[in-house]
């Protein structure tokens, strides 16, 4: 059964973020939600190396607590990763504004941090994603920047996540909401020109058609190369990204690209 925020990646998808599905997302959670009246931040208090290390914890949970400990996860590159379609528990006890279930009501989005001052600033490529991404979010549930929490504020005294500050990260939401921020491409069009001038390959996904898609089709080792970017396609492009430790966005890429091996 799948659960009420499936609405999710196509909202990310639309702004031109990059969302890698975790698989099961959609059935995943501890009960349904309720009505979503805001979105909560989170870091995750991860190692210090790896693009999304925390993930695994995030879909499983820990001893004292069973995942899923929330509903997306935000890598350090800017990838957006959908870990659960239903309630998690990411909010514990608190209160913000007179809301007390934090869980029920609250999108929970664990940023991928180690929450101490040697990781600030975070990287500007996941913070324009952090913005980007939460007023998608907002402006889908009907809710304003105002209804961007962090941890640290619905539980004050007992959480600290994020460590920058909620009225400045606020101001830049509304901003992105109001029209007055452009979304910054987080995937390169295409791979650079070649020592020669010549253009490098395009990045591809779900949709696109051509010569290129045959020859990624041909490298995936697919029996049918059709030069048509469906989903069985984007099936394999995911399987052969989580192999070679890449974000499994189904997204062809210069990462991709370089990956690849030689079609036969």
């Keep these: 059964m799948a659960f009420a925020l499936t609405w999710m990646p196509g909202v990310l998808l639309e702004v031109g973020l990059r969302v890698a599905e975790v698989p099961g997302w959609q059935a995943r959670g501890h009960a349904e939600m309720g009505p979503v009246r805001g979105v909560m931040i989170h ?21 004292d607590l069973p995942g899923p400990l929330a509903h997306l ?27 007390t279930a934090g869980n029920t009501h609250f999108i929970g989005i664990e940023c991928e941090n180690t ?3 040697a990781d600030m600033p ?9 913005r980007q991404g939460v007023a998608a979010l907002l402006r889908h549930a009907g809710c304003d920047a105002d209804a961007c929490i962090g941890h640290k504020e619905f539980a004050p005294g007992r959480k600290v996540d994020p460590l920058f500050d909620m009225a400045d990260f606020r101001r830049s939401v509304q901003a992105v909401m109001a029209g007055g921020v452009p979304a910054l491409p987080l ?8 020592a020669a001038g010549q253009a490098g390959r395009p990045t ?18 697919l029996s049918q190369a059709d030069g048509i970017f469906g989903p069985m396609t984007e099936a394999a492009v995911r399987r052969f990204q989580r192999l070679h430790q890449l974000v499994p966005d189904g997204i062809v890429g210069p990462k991709s690209w370089a990956q690849l091996p030689a079609a036969d």
């Design 122 to 130: 975070w990287p500007e490529i996941q913070m324009n994603a952090l």
């Design 115 to 117: 929450g101490t001052a």
């Design 73 to 99: 996860g935000l890598a350090r590159d800017g990838a957006w990763y959908l870990i659960a379609a239903g309630l998690a528990y990411h909010a514990g006890k608190g209160s913000w504004r007179g809301l």
């Design 204 to 221: 591809l996904l779900r949709g696109s058609a051509g010569p290129f898609v045959m020859e990624l089709q041909r490298r995936l080792g």
């Design 43 to 63: 870091h995750t208090v991860g190692p210090a190396n790896g693009n999304m290390p925390s993930l695994n914890t995030l879909v499983r949970g820990r001893s």
């Design 187 to 194: 995937v390169p069009a295409a791979e650079p020109l070649t």
